[in-house]
């Protein structure tokens, strides 16, 4: 069982913070981002490795994004394409600025719950999955 979302961001939004909004406000335990569409006028992200930031003002067009959502964290990667079609992508963080509009769809999943504890061999806080009470991972 599943519910579906869709709201849209306006100029001046910080994109991950208001992702993160929309999932408390709506009480999302679990779920996926299906789809982003539109465009910031601020880039900010998390490369691979996870200690280097990107962090570039001016129009980018969102090509691409997925992600895992709880109420209690957003785990979100996404691409940006610059006017001359070069591509950036990483982990999003909170610094991305809505430039004109960013359509947003959300997936909810009723039977799961995401969690996120820490994971000593990979130093973060990973997801758990869990499934009417029984634990997965």
Same mark, same amino acid.
């Given at each position: 069982d599943y519910m579906n979302y869709a709201f849209r961001l306006t100029k001046g939004k910080d994109l991950r913070k208001e992702i993160e909004k929309y999932v408390k406000d709506n009480k999302i335990?679990?779920?996926?981002?299906?789809s982003a569409v539109g465009?910031? *006028?601020e880039v900010y992200i998390r /490369?691979?490795?996870?200690k280097d930031y990107y962090?570039?003002?001016?129009?980018? =067009?969102i090509v691409s994004v997925t992600g895992t959502l709880s109420r209690n964290d957003c785990h979100i990667h996404i691409s940006?394409?610059?006017k001359y079609g070069n591509v950036v992508g990483g982990h999003l963080k909170e610094g991305c600025?809505?430039? *004109?509009?960013?359509?947003?769809? /959300?997936?909810?999943?009723?039977?799961y719950t995401f969690d996120r504890i820490?994971? =000593?061999?990979?130093g973060y806080e990973e997801l758990v999955i869990i499934n009417k009470g029984k634990l997965r991972i």
């Amino acid at each position: 069982d599943y519910m579906n979302y869709a709201f849209r961001l306006t100029k001046g939004k910080d994109l991950r913070k208001e992702i993160e909004k929309y999932v408390k406000d709506n009480k999302i335990e679990s779920g996926v981002i299906k789809s982003a569409v539109g465009c910031v *006028s601020e880039v900010y992200i998390r /490369l691979a490795g996870g200690k280097d930031y990107y962090h570039k003002v001016g129009e980018h =067009e969102i090509v691409s994004v997925t992600g895992t959502l709880s109420r209690n964290d957003c785990h979100i990667h996404i691409s940006f394409a610059d006017k001359y079609g070069n591509v950036v992508g990483g982990h999003l963080k909170e610094g991305c600025i809505v430039s *004109s509009t960013a359509e947003i769809c /959300l997936e909810s999943f009723k039977e799961y719950t995401f969690d996120r504890i820490l994971d =000593e061999n990979t130093g973060y806080e990973e997801l758990v999955i869990i499934n009417k009470g029984k634990l997965r991972i």
